[in-house]
């Protein structure tokens, strides 16, 4: 039997097939006797006991600034929590529960409680707890129980879903693929799996195949099967296929400090999209122009209070530093809908993803908005900075953020405090920003088109639905008139035009949008090398016809054969 998924990182595994997350569906609801009670309790206690000193020996083995030392912390506060921890003893005692269920209880109760406060990435911690909420019934679940640790062999993980937290536990040297029965190409976890360059396949139905622990596994995560006890035929040609793939990276390595041109010398500058500070490094070894998205609210999904002004500006200085000359394009925190703090405490919304977020949410709380301007502004004097905001729709909010940030320079005047020149730019998301553009742009100095949630807005189609991934890609007829109609209005008024969106980071869209005229490619870092050597492969000229001929298809399907099925990137097609 062969599965099929959504492919959201690329590659080709194999592997003992383990289920991160066995416990049964079903629990058992009978009444515990009275005289089984304190045993179950304290067989709780323990288990959460030895869930500490896991977590505790994972820190032990990270840096304390890195992004997974702060998510597993966040677990380990939590099972740290005694009233937690009561509740659910009371909820034994009361109901005479047995301790698996008390624990989905109470957890799923916490869950709801931060789900119900529209704060995104307490809805992302939500789904955090309800993880933490398995791996604890697992282990109460006894012979159930997986011991991460101990896994020592190649090992495709099968999983309802991962959350960063648990990503973050993960043996990765062993763990040579995901497969998850949720999740979106765009999803939290698919960003960490691309980057730590696990190939990855989502939105399967694993279950259907009834897969046992340990059972041999292939994953073809090209073209998104999964094979549970592959024929040795299947095995010989995915081998194959992942030496090609291989020999492919090892070619692309030869990329790492050229720039990105086309093979008639058409040069188009690459940035590098990232969430954390400790990705800087890679920029310099890529030779690329800089960071062309910051997203800084990746760096406070943790924080248990609003960010400091100084703590910002100290994580902003220190990038300026280590890019040397290069520029740093900082995004604002574009929270709200599927991303949160947990240090907020929003009221409820009907419908996030069409309420306050982005930057309707920032200017209605000036708490976070002005510490993180007045921090960009200092850190600006050392180098190279843009900033953009996100979610901007129209010209009555671009006034009263130039208001801000005039407010934000007299208050740092005032304090002697020195700061620097700033690139000021919006991120393009909705109809509207496209159709409200031409008022803006004398206001700005550069755009940046953020396709994923474009697409979202424009299709009316939740991109994190793994449902309707496939019925409305970005790659459509309508995205890429939004992106031909932004281009002609940008440079009109000889505004510079930005893609950070997954399609810049898509080796055989790259020349595609660059033939559109595109300014900049702004690029996930495990593409980079390779959006490179595609580039080098294509003309000028040849990358111009590839977008007037995709131009003029109408239908997603006609579409996606032109760009991927028809090599329009290794000849040149100058007589289209």
């Known amino acids: 039997m062969t599965l099929s998924g959504i492919v959201v990182s690329p590659g080709i595994a194999f592997g003992e097939a383990l289920h991160l997350h066995l416990h049964p569906e079903r629990h058992d609801y009978h ?21 500490k000193n896991q977590l505790i020996q994972h820190l032990n083995r990270l840096s304390s600034q890195s992004q997974n030392y702060k998510l597993i912390e966040a677990d380990l506060l939590l099972l740290d929590d005694n009233e937690l921890v009561q509740s659910i003893c009371d909820e034994i005692d009361r109901f005479q529960l047995c301790a698996a269920v008390a624990v989905e209880r109470i957890f799923a109760y916490q869950a709801a409680e931060m789900n119900a406060l529209n704060d995104h990435y ?3 911690r939500s789904q955090d707890i309800l993880s933490l909420a398995r791996r604890l019934i697992d282990r109460i679940n006894g012979a159930h129980g997986i011991e991460l640790n101990k896994v020592n062999r190649p090992t495709i993980l099968l999983a309802r879903d991962i959350s960063p937290a648990e990503f973050s536990m993960l043996p990765l040297r062993y763990i040579t693929a995901l497969v998850l029965k949720t999740g979106g190409i765009t999803s939290h976890t698919a960003i960490l799996a691309r980057n730590a360059g696990i190939p990855a396949l989502f939105d399967c139905a694993f279950e259907q195949a009834n897969i046992a622990n340990e059972q041999a596994l292939a994953l073809d995560a090209l073209t998104g099967k999964l094979y549970p006890s592959p024929r040795t035929a299947t095995i010989n040609r ?5 030496k090609d793939n291989q020999k492919q990276k090892q070619h692309f390595l030869t990329f790492k400090h050229k720039k990105a041109q086309t093979k008639d010398g058409y040069q188009v500058p690459l940035f590098i999209n990232m969430s954390s500070i400790n990705e800087t490094p890679h920029i310099n070894e890529m030779s690329v122009e800089g960071i062309g998205l910051f997203r800084t609210e990746f760096m406070l999904l943790n924080s248990k209070s609003a960010p400091n002004e100084d703590k910002q500006y100290r994580i902003y200085s220190d990038i300026v530093h280590l890019l040397n000359g290069k520029t740093l394009t900082i995004r604002t925190l574009d929270i709200g809908a599927e991303k949160s703090l947990p240090f907020l405490n929003n009221v409820p919304e009907e419908n996030p993803a069409l309420g306050l977020r982005g930057i309707r949410y920032t200017l209605t709380h000036s708490n976070l908005l002005y510490p993180q301007i007045r921090a960009v502004l200092r850190a600006a004097q050392y180098g190279p900075v843009r900033l953009m905001f996100p979610m901007i729709n129209q010209i009555e909010e671009l006034n009263k953020l130039f208001n801000i940030i005039k407010k934000c320079k007299q208050q740092l005047k005032q304090t002697n405090t020195q700061f620097g020149p700033l690139s000021i730019g919006i991120v393009v998301e909705t109809p509207a920003a496209v159709m409200n553009l031409a008022s803006m742009l004398p206001k700005i100095n550069f755009i940046s088109i953020g396709t994923n949630d474009l697409t979202q807005y424009a299709m009316a189609a939740d991109r994190s639905n793994p449902q309707l991934t496939k019925d409305y890609p970005s790659l459509s007829p309508a995205i890429l008139h939004f992106i031909r109609l932004i281009l002609s209005t940008a440079h009109a008024q000889h505004i510079p035009v930005s893609l950070c969106g997954e399609l810049a980071s898509d080796p055989h869209i790259a020349p595609l949008l660059i033939g559109m005229g595109i300014d900049e490619l702004s690029v996930n870092l495990p593409a980079i090398l390779e959006v490179k050597s595609t580039v080098s492969k294509i003309s000028y000229s040849a990358c111009q016809a590839l977008a007037h001929k995709a131009l003029s298809m109408n239908t997603i399907k006609a579409l996606h054969h032109c760009v991927y099925h028809q090599d329009p990137l290794y000849e040149d097609k100058t007589r289209l």
């Open 31 to 51: 009444l515990l006797p009275r005289d089984k009670i304190e045993q179950e309790k304290a067989s709780l206690i323990n288990i959460i006991n030895n869930k």
């Open 122 to 124: 307490l809805a992302n």
């Open 238 to 242: 995915l081998k194959q296929l992942k």
